[in-house]
């Protein structure tokens, strides 16, 4: 079955520090994993796509790493910001053919100043 | 547009009541999917329109939810004799290739049922 687990659940870290969330997926066969941001009341936000046969790719203090062979992501963030506050959700795509996505239920994110 | 816009944003209804909830997609996106998502919870699908062709209603919860999209842009999520149950966001989203390519999400529109 075509599953993604995300951990943790609920994270909190003091403003300036670093987090790394984690994205583990059984979606195959495997096209690409996306890393959406929702803020509160908003609508997700695209912050990295990851294929195949990249391993890592950064969006400024975001660096997303890939490893395929475990099916396993992370998404890693950087002298965090109050703004970094929000759930941050893991999207799987199998290869073509099949229209649906496949989401993790997020990890929520609280920054603390 | 230039995203996907959603309406009403905001949504309170008694119960047994029918709403309407209103996506208008990215010009250009075939792709139109359908969410909701519960306090806590993830994304749940609920239907997908891909050009022309038939819809994929599967993910509807029950014969009080439909969906129309019309000419092929923008889509009604219409639910019937609404419950407490139906109380979530309800999430639009588009894309250029079902499937693979990039969702892009509007802000939702939050349901409440009273």
């Known amino acids: 079955k075509n599953q993604v687990e995300q951990s943790p659940q609920s994270l909190i870290i003091l403003e300036g520090k670093n987090c790394t969330l984690q994205?583990?997926?059984?979606?195959?066969?495997?096209?690409?994993l996306r890393w959406y941001k929702q803020d509160t009341g908003r609508g997700p936000v695209s912050l990295t796509i990851?294929?195949?046969?990249?391993n890592t790719k950064s969006n400024g203090r975001y660096t997303a790493t890939l490893d395929a062979d475990t099916k396993q992501s992370s998404l890693h963030i950087t002298a965090s910001q109050l703004s970094d506050s929000a759930s941050y959700i893991c999207v799987v795509s199998a290869r073509k053919g099949t229209y649906k996505y496949i989401f993790g239920t997020g990890t929520r994110l609280k920054v603390l100043a | 547009g230039a995203g996907v816009s959603q309406s009403p944003s905001n949504k309170v209804t008694e119960k047994g009541k029918d709403v309407e909830l209103r996506c208008d997609p990215i010009?250009?996106?075939?792709?139109l999917y359908w969410y909701r998502q519960s306090l806590g919870q993830g994304l749940e699908f609920l239907i997908y329109f891909q050009g022309n062709s038939a819809p994929d209603k599967s993910g509807l919860p029950s014969d009080r939810f439909s969906a129309e999209r019309t000419g092929g842009s923008v889509s009604t999520l219409t639910i019937q004799r609404t419950q407490q149950e139906d109380s979530a966001v309800y999430l639009c989203?588009?894309?250029?290739?079902?499937?693979?390519?990039?969702?892009?999400f509007g802000e939702g529109s939050r349901l409440t049922v009273l």
């Open positions: 010009s250009g996106h075939t792709a």
């Open positions: 989203a588009s894309s250029i290739l079902g499937g693979t390519g990039e969702l892009f």
């Open positions: 994205c583990n997926y059984t979606v195959s066969p495997f096209s690409n």
């Open positions: 990851m294929t195949f046969s990249e």
